[in-house]
């Protein structure tokens, strides 16, 4: 199903979606001075919405809001199939210009080229609501109140605004929209045949490999988990050596055998203690007990589960070894969502196509697309971020690298259409 590779002028497309991105850095579409301040509901975000209305407007494309705020827009009746991009124009609370809303101007830029190269492509943009948690402290929220995984209880009563606390729903219906009807989103991926989002990496594999794209083939998942070591807390002068139940020390041991567990396991595992309390937590004494969090994560579930089977038994081992008891205990776990072999592979060929670097990848943190892909065939192109940066004001992407991922996108969307026209 080889479709011609589509001549685009890099450069236009560069030099338009880097003025898409100046403008919505300006004072109109942050609450900050010193960073990008955009959460739902809010007129920096409201402001933010309507410019990507208006460029999409000026291209014939139909816009309406989900029953929460999500932006949906798209050049073909609805109950007619479109292929969706996309992503989030939220920021952190102390964010910067490119993490989200460099997938929403690329997707817009998509939208453009259509229009200029008089493709005829079906196409539908989506902005989700509050994709970074800054209003409401709910991360993909949007995504995820399209995908039906909230209950209305938390909508309700349960989510509440990090701002003044009260609750999503009231916020919702403040800013005009109607939350009772949250359901409601779920229809808007009913004519999606396909979906891809543009992201920046926010880790610096491309940047190191020096590759300009990544072709995003699965999302990791995680594990969130805690061990508690308990011990005996003494005097740190005059307990010897030989008589003491030092907590910490089973703590260190066992932040080392996760490392080599992590490494030994491949397939893109990783393992991290975040962050480790010790009690009593005084310079002059033993620890008598000393607690400690894992977040072990990656593609392949079965592998980042074994890790994490492997160090809970460690630990207690340890802890028995040295006359102690350890205690696991799992906070939350997410399990790894792989994308479409179809749209990735579309993605893949153009990539090859483009003649520019780019490598296959997964991506460790989560995101939208995520919630969608169980029912929308997906996949995700990510970009170079500067040294890795992100939810930073110095984070720093190249528009000449999301211009050639919107080619590359446009490509694979015009590949992927070909049977359905
Ligand atoms: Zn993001």
Sequence with gaps: MATRQLTVDRERSTERIGRDVETLSGPRYTSSDEAIR?????????????????????????????PV????????????????????????????RYDGTLGVVAALEICRLNEELGLGLPLQLVSFLEEEGSGFGQMLLGSRIMAGRVTEEELREGFRAVDDGRSFWEHAEEAGYDPGRWQESARVLDDLYGWIELHIEQ???????????????????????????????????????????????????????LERLAKAAGEGTVGTVGELALTPNLINAVPGT????????????????????NLAAFAEEAA????????YRERQALSPVALSGGIVGALQAAAEGSGEPFVRMHSGAAHDTMSIAGRVPSA?????????????????????????GAEI???AINTLSAGTR
């Design 320 to 327: 028995r070894r040295r006359g102690m008891t350890a205690e």
């Design 38 to 66: 955009r959460y739902a509901y809010t007129p920096e975000y409201r402001n933010t919405l309507d410019y990507f209305i208006r460029e999409l407007e000026s291209l014939g494309f139909e816009r309406y809001e989900d």
């Design 409 to 411: 996108m446009l490509n």
């Design 203 to 257: 880790a610096r594999v491309l940047q190191d490999t020096q590759k300009r794209i990544g072709v995003v083939d699965a999302i990791a998942g995680y594990v969130h988990s805690d061990v508690t070591v308990h011990g005996r807390s003494d005097h740190a002068g005059a307990t010897p050596m030989g008589l003491r139940l030092d907590a910490g020390l089973v703590a260190a041991e066992c932040m080392l055998k």
């Design 290 to 309: 000393a607690r400690f969090s894992l977040d072990v994560r990656g593609p392949n579930e079965e592998a980042f589960r074994r890790v994490t089977r």
């Design 380 to 404: 995700m192109v990510f970009v170079p971020c500067r040294d890795g940066i992100s939810h930073s004001p110095e984070e720093e992407a190249d528009p000449a690298d999301a211009a050639l």
């Design 69 to 96: 705020g999500t932006l949906v827009a798209r050049n073909r009746p609805r109950g007619e199939p479109v292929f969706g991009v996309g992503s989030h124009c939220d920021s952190n609370r102390n964010g910067g």
